[in-house]
């Protein structure tokens, strides 16, 4: 039988607003998740599960050339004593700090199956060991000489590192990414050279700017290498406020093979991409026919990186080729940079590169201080210990008749001697064998020795240059450590412009050019079929919609619409739907207000002159390069208001007009009468009463008026023939004998 459930008393329920709760509940969280998870501190650059790990390896004394560990009792040391969260969180932070690909610097030393850049998983923690590297051993200098504070651990059986010393600057030259609540982090790699190089400056001018450290860190240097193709203003301004992104693109060179081929091959690929997702996109992207000037790509890295890209002949460019695959592939990436930092361990901020390095150098400078504070009580006790063995020593004899003699010797020598706890508790506590040791000369030699740094000391404490000093002495080292000579300091990323390229070119590079039909329904509906098909009558509608128009076009082609609302959309004939099926509504590709339905649909050609005009009988001539837009939203070119609309275009070719309205009445005019605009509402080309505006054609007055009837054969009329007709621009014109009931003159843009 289970225990029922006792209520609480009355008295004792709190009753609290589910909103205040929530609020605070939330809150809690979401300072933990800032504070305790998922931004670095700007002073050492970890997040506590890296600090933690560092500082459980060098418990376990895996120090740079120490014999490893297993990373499982690495895990376990660091999750039972440091870090009470999940095994695999702490193994998986502790690959990363080993991967080289993934660090710039790496802090830990792997032995065994670590993941690689494909992006395959390491081994478990039970198979691989690993130990500290130099990075870490800078990292952690002087933590055993009071260099930080101690905080108490989850369960208060130990202490555990606030900050870490940091004597290298981890922040800026590993980076970090993280995810909190509300805010995020995101620092590249840069080089650790550099950066000492740009905090000299800064030791030197304090007030420096973000601006004039750029002389020495020209930008991130990814482990993975690559090429930074953005410019200087751009990489400039990232620094300047802490935010912005870097274009980072793979390095790639030609290589000529037999009887005049070539080959393109990538040697280094952005930081973060996984090289066999990478290959598997281009691949997917070559099947799906997106990447025309691209013929195969192979995968033949070994230890150093080597992709093989085939192009599909010869002829290609290049160049070319690597745009298209930059615009489509991970072969170039965007690199964020949003430099939210914990300053001094407590607020988020976003930082420039100055005050980054500011907050570095400050804390060496505290480091350094504590450090100095606690040698100088460590040689303050160890004078004092001294002066109680140079008494024991002058007066041995008498030292050993009181201990021999006295019950509580301790007592008798601190009166006898007049010596302090310190001294009276260090000559007791002193082994017999130490005694022939104690020679007058060796303890005023070490005194005296102790005494000199004693005063090296304090002068250092009282003198803030003489303690930058010491810390640009500190940072030269590190620098040196890892100068542009050394195989880990030099420079893996390189900059470049990024090469500029006909537009019309790139896009189409992306596109294998071949004939296709355009269908458009009467109802919107829109594909394309392969081939240039004379033959429609097999093609299928949905119910109740049949074909309105179709035009030959190339797989490469942009399309020109031009809506009752007065509006040119452009469309990609590549992106239209192929192959069987209804295809889809127009709408789908371009923002079609509800109420504008398709004037008509067309092949850009570019260079043309139209003659566009209004149910209300206005139009002008535009130029077709004056109706391409690059949005969605379409471009207005003819301003109409309802109930009138855009109602008929037609190409310019010749010197006459003829409008024919819904009243079956046409006239004829001079087209220099017709006024050429980018944008307007037109003039009026025919007059009505209770009509409007059918159709609109140009012709040549050398070859007469030509037109279709109504089973599609050609018919026509000359100049002579069209006399009755002919006028002035906004006439009311005469009934149209002999031309189609239709009132449409059947010559659409072609």
């Given at each position: ?548 128009q179709a035009f030959f076009a190339e797989s490469t082609s942009k399309l020109l619409l031009f809506a009752t609302n007065g509006k040119f959309y452009s469309l990609d004939v590549a992106k239209l739907p192929g192959g069987r099926g209804h295809g889809e509504p127009i709408r789908m590709f371009v923002d079609l207000d509800q109420d504008a339905a398709i004037t008509a649909l067309f092949v850009n050609k570019g260079g043309r002159k139209f003659l566009i005009t209004s149910s ?30 855009a109602k008929a275009i037609t190409t310019v070719a010749g010197d006459m007009v003829a409008v024919i309205g819904t009243n079956h009445k046409m006239v004829v005019f001079g087209i220099d009468q017709v006024p050429e605009m980018a944008r307007g509402r037109g003039v009026r080309l025919q007059k009505y009463t209770s009509a409007s505006l059918s159709d609109v054609t140009t012709f040549d007055s050398k070859t007469g008026l030509a037109w279709k009837d109504g089973a599609g ?38």
């Amino acid at each position: 039988m289970g225990k029922s459930l006792i209520p609480p008393e009355p008295e004792k329920i709190d009753e609290v607003p589910l909103r205040d709760a929530l609020e605070e509940r939330y809150l809690a969280y979401a300072l933990s998740t800032i504070m305790h998870r998922a931004l670095p501190d700007a002073r050492d650059g970890l997040k506590p599960v890296h600090r933690r790990i560092l500082y459980g390896m060098r418990s376990l004394s895996l120090n740079p050339g120490s014999i490893p560990k297993k990373s499982a009792k690495i895990v376990g040391e660091v999750m039972g004593s440091y870090h009470p969260h999940g095994d695999q969180a702490i193994y998986d932070a502790m690959v990363r700090l080993a991967q080289d690909f993934n660090s710039r610097y790496p802090m830990v030393d792997g032995q065994g199956n670590f993941g690689n850049i494909d992006g395959d998983n390491p081994a478990a923690m039970r198979y691989t060991e690993a130990r500290l590297t130099d990075v870490a051993r800078l990292m952690l200098e002087g933590i055993d000489e009071d260099a930080v504070e101690l905080k108490p651990t989850y369960d208060n059986s130990g202490k555990e590192p606030a900050v870490l010393p940091g004597g290298f600057p981890n922040l800026l030259a590993n980076g970090a990414q993280g995810i909190a609540v509300g805010m995020a982090t995101s620092i590249p790699p840069h080089n650790a050279s550099e950066l000492c190089d740009a905090a000299l400056h800064l030791i030197d001018k304090p007030e420096a700017k973000s601006k004039s450290l750029l002389k020495w860190v020209k930008g991130p240097d990814f482990p993975t290498g690559g090429i930074i193709v953005d410019s200087k203003e751009a990489i400039a301004e990232a620094y300047v406020t802490g935010r912005g992104a870097f274009r980072t693109r793979a390095r790639w060179v030609q290589e000529e093979g037999a009887r005049g081929t070539w080959v393109v091959v990538v040697t280094e690929i952005p930081w973060l991409v996984q090289k066999s997702r990478l290959v598997e996109k281009i691949a997917e992207l070559l099947n799906e026919k997106k990447l025309p000037l691209v013929g195969d790509i192979r995968d033949e890295s070994a230890e150093d990186i080597r992709l093989v890209i085939e192009p599909k002949s010869r002829a290609v460019d290049p160049e070319l080729m690597m745009e298209s695959l930059f615009r489509l592939t991970e072969l170039e990436s965007r690199i964020p940079l949003n430099l939210n930092v914990l300053i001094k361990g407590k607020v988020p901020k976003v930082v420039g590169l100055a005050e980054c390095l500011r907050e570095w150098l400050d804390h060496l400078r505290d480091v350094l201080i504590r450090r100095t504070n606690y040698r100088k009580s460590r040689i303050e006790h160890r004078l004092e210990v001294l002066g109680g063995y140079l008494i024991a020593y002058l007066n041995i004899d008498k030292v050993i008749k009181i201990i021999r003699a006295e019950d509580e010797p301790k007592p008798v020598l601190m009166r006898t001697f007049k010596l302090t706890e310190v001294q009276a508790d260090s000559i007791l506590n002193m082994r017999l064998r130490n005694l022939r040791k104690l020679e007058e000369m060796e303890i005023r030699t070490e005194d005296k020795n102790l005494r000199n740094e004693l005063k090296g000391i304090t002068s250092l404490l009282g003198s803030e240059t003489e303690q930058w000093a010491k810390v640009g002495e500190q940072v030269k080292k590190v620098r040196d450590m890892f100068g542009p000579k050394t195989p880990l300091g030099k420079r893996r990323t390189a900059f470049a412009d990024a090469p500029e390229h006909d537009l019309a070119a790139i896009e189409e590079a992306f596109v294998e050019r071949e004939p296709v039909t355009v269908v458009v329904s009467e109802k919107g509906w829109v594909r394309t079929m392969k081939g240039h098909m004379a033959d429609l009558s097999g093609l299928q509608f949905k119910t109740d919609d049949k074909l309105d128009q179709a035009f030959f076009a190339e797989s490469t082609s942009k399309l020109l619409l031009f809506a009752t609302n007065g509006k040119f959309y452009s469309l990609d004939v590549a992106k239209l739907p192929g192959g069987r099926g209804h295809g889809e509504p127009i709408r789908m590709f371009v923002d079609l207000d509800q109420d504008a339905a398709i004037t008509a649909l067309f092949v850009n050609k570019g260079g043309r002159k139209f003659l566009i005009t209004s149910s209300d009988g206005q139009g002008f001539i535009v130029g077709e390069d004056d109706c391409v837009g690059n949005t969605r939203k379409g471009k207005q070119v003819m301003n109409v208001k309802l109930p009138a609309e855009a109602k008929a275009i037609t190409t310019v070719a010749g010197d006459m007009v003829a409008v024919i309205g819904t009243n079956h009445k046409m006239v004829v005019f001079g087209i220099d009468q017709v006024p050429e605009m980018a944008r307007g509402r037109g003039v009026r080309l025919q007059k009505y009463t209770s009509a409007s505006l059918s159709d609109v054609t140009t012709f040549d007055s050398k070859t007469g008026l030509a037109w279709k009837d109504g089973a599609g054969r050609d018919q026509g009329m000359s100049m002579k023939e069209l006399a009755d007709w002919q006028g002035n621009r906004a006439d009311a014109g005469r009934l149209a004998h002999g031309l189609p009931k239709s009132n449409k003159f059947g010559k659409p843009v072609e």
